[in-house]
T-cell receptor, first 112, second 112 residues
Framework: AQSVTQLDSQVPVFEEAPVELRCNYS??????LFWYVQYPNQGLQLLLK??????LVKGINGFEAEFNKSQTSFHLRKPSVHISDTAEYFC??????????FGTGTRLLVSP | NAGVTQTPKFQVLKTGQSMTLQCAQD?????MSWYRQDPGMGLRLIHY???????DQGEVPNGYNVSRSTTEDFPLRLLSAAPSQTSVYFC???????????FGEGSRLTVL
């Protein structure tokens, strides 16, 4: 069965600093990987996805992630964060058929 | 541009009561699903549907029923609510397999 591990439950960072949110997955089959963001009191929206091809994926709001098959990782990065990036970020894996498996989430706290 | 609409946004039930969470999408998506979000546990799939008349169980289906009589609607029924069903529920839809899920804004349910 697929699983997703987000080791950091909370990541505090200062505005304009770089950030990396870690995600590791386990799967015995080819997977498709996603990062979603949830702003307070809202639903989730897609940041980026990896289906195939280039291992460096660029998403919205300046975020990017790199798929590393040997390390089974899909870490999310942003070179310079803004206050408005404060939100909860979820990594998810899908073997297909809409059965997305989500990690437990990482709360990004950006302070001035 | 409604997207995925969930009602109600908030609901308080007593143990043993029944209720239905409504979900409607206006994007003509074949795939619809229900997740519950609990602190520290991320999102877990309850039930999903790949088209009208077709539903299947997810990771945590016990205590919930679904049906899909139309492409647009995917209601989630709690037949006899329990305190363990206190959670935030999200409905999501997608055009197809392995593509972006569009989420509703969530329904916060409290069972006393």
């Amino acid at each position: 069965a697929q699983s997703v591990t987000q080791l950091d439950s909370q990541v505090p960072v200062f505005e304009e600093a770089p950030v990396e949110l870690r995600c590791n997955y386990s799967s015995s089959v080819s997977v498709y990987l996603f990062w979603y963001v949830q702003y307070p009191n809202q639903g989730l929206q897609l940041l980026l996805k990896y289906l195939s091809g280039s291992t460096l994926v660029k998403g919205i709001n300046g975020f990017e992630a790199e798929f590393n098959k040997s390390q089974t990782s899909f870490h999310l990065r942003k070179p310079s964060v803004h206050i408005s990036d404060t939100a909860e970020y979820f990594c998810a894996v899908s073997p297909g058929f809409q059965k997305l498996v989500f990690g437990t989430g990482t709360r990004l706290l950006v302070s001035p | 541009n409604a997207g995925v609409t969930q009602t109600p946004k908030f609901q308080v039930l007593k143990t043993g009561q029944s209720m239905t969470l409504q979900c409607a999408q206006d994007m003509n998506h074949e795939y619809m699903s229900w997740y519950r979000q609990d602190p520290g546990m991320g999102l877990r799939l309850i039930h999903y549907s790949v088209g009208a008349g077709i539903t299947d169980q997810g990771e945590v289906p016990n205590g919930y029923n679904v049906s899909r009589s139309t492409t647009e609607d995917f209601p989630l029924r709690l037949l006899s609510a329990a305190p363990s069903q206190t959670s935030v529920y999200f409905c999501a839809s997608s055009l197809g397999d392995r593509v972006e899920l569009f989420f509703g804004e969530g329904s916060r349910l409290t069972v006393l």
